[in-house]
């Protein structure tokens, strides 16, 4: 632990520069502290030794003392805390967040299946377009994780120096804490000194003389105690406020180093594994890719023998059928003779109906040339 000074009128402090103490035992240190009495008793013999020369130097008539007493721890706290704001203000407390809930979109945007089939028109475009565009997609996804990882190594580097800055404030601070308590301690002894001692004699010392000047020493040794025990309270409270800090610190600071925990699993494990993923997820695309090619070549290829084979078939009967057959049909030369047939007796049918006809017409000839010979013959015989 630092060694610590008490000042009556402390000057500017660099608290940047304060010496580092054992963290291993600051929070027992700490608890102990805390559950101890603000007594003398309750220090170590050398700290005793300069509380106790300290208080031989406490002048409480000194106003400027009253002000100034116990500032020193409080105005390194103040001071340390402004260095602190100063150096995490402009950081955006969200950003690592927002960079791991990037990385999850990313790896979910990352599409392992590709473009679906289209039919056997994309015998060999299909599969070739879906594998090109699963390669464009990790591309992209592969930049958009290099930057992210990027931005969450600077983020993680930042959290480990705030992570630094919160041990050197959490260390700061009990020493504020234990310099604050010697402070308190010394007024405390101080104190009893004046109220069992000083102002006793002073009160009897007035009502022995009834001089005003004793008196009003009397008075003012009163009214001065009385501004240094608010002095003291106020220190007290600046105490407790320290005492509060040290929790307050640890929670911020173990929020930033599971946070850095986070980030280091996302870098080291979970970056490569969605990687290692993707490749695989792809290798497994590519294969897809090709099984699907050397299918659909292959339905190609058994659905063009099924046809040339049914057109073999066909044009193998077909043309067996063919050889076997005649130059003429029987059924031609049936046909062929039957309208032959048909012929022949249609003109024979022809040929008997005109003789007849003509045997008929030879009678009606012969009848009307007796008519007609009849007629003359009458005639001429009248």
Known sequence: MEEIKLELFPGETNVNQAAPVDTSMVDTVYKAESENPLTLAS????????????????????????????????????????????????????????????LVVEIKSFDTEGEEKKGLAKLFSGPKKSYDKMMADYSKVETNISRITTGLETQQRQLLKDIEIFDHMYENNYNYFKELSMYIIAGNEKMKEINSVTLPALKAKAEASG??????????????????????????????????????????????????????????????????????????????????????????????????????????????KEGEKGIVSIETIQKTNQDLLDTIYGIIEIQEKGKADRQAASLELERIENELKTALLQTKGR
């Open 211 to 320: 001089s005003e000047l004793d008196a009003q020493e009397y008075n003012d040794m009163a009214n001065a105690a009385n501004r240094f025990e608010k002095k003291l309270h106020d220190l007290t409270l600046s105490r407790t406020i320290s005492l509060q800090m040290a929790p307050q610190i640890r929670l911020i600071q173990n929020n930033d180093a599971q946070l850095v925990d986070k980030i280091q699993s996302s870098i080291v494990n979970s970056i490569p594994l969605w990687k290692n993923q993707m490749v695989i997820g792809m290798g497994l695309a590519n294969s897809k890719a090709a099984l699907e090619t050397q299918k659909q070549v292959t339905d190609m290829t058994n659905e063009l023998l099924r046809k040339n084979s049914e057109m073999l078939k066909q044009g193998s009967l077909e043309v067996a």
């Open 43 to 102: 220090l170590p013999d050398n700290q005793q030794a300069v509380v106790k020369e300290f208080m031989d130097k406490i002048d409480i008539k000194d106003s400027n003392l009253i002000i100034t007493y116990g500032s020193s721890p409080q105005n390194k706290i103040a001071q340390f805390s402004d260095s602190v704001l100063e150096s995490v203000k402009t950081k955006d407390l969200g950003e690592a967040g927002k960079l791991l809930s990037a």
